[in-house]
């Protein structure tokens, strides 16, 4: 299943994880398209270090991405992306 990406533009984040979680290959990428800035400012200031903070977002995107199963919804994405960076 992909979702065109108008369509994704048009998802919720919640939605944009049911989406991966179904096997769209598409879904996760726009979740990272949204987040990384976001991500990449709270990674700075945990580190300090560009280098680190770097790697920081690119684990967690990666770790988020193998345990997406684990997002119960409970919380924002965006929660759920800052605990994990």
Known sequence: MTTDSATLL???DRELMQLHLAGDP???GEIFRRH???MWAVAMRTC?????AADA????FI???RRSAS???DAAVT???HRIV
């Open 10 to 12: 048009e998802r919720t």
């Open 26 to 28: 598409d879904a996760f």
């Open 36 to 38: 990384k800035d976001r």
């Open 48 to 52: 300090g270090n560009r280098e680190l």
């Open 57 to 60: 977002v690119q684990d967690a």
């Open 63 to 65: 770790s988020a991405f």
């Open 71 to 73: 997002y119960r919804g």
């Open 79 to 81: 929660t759920w992306l």
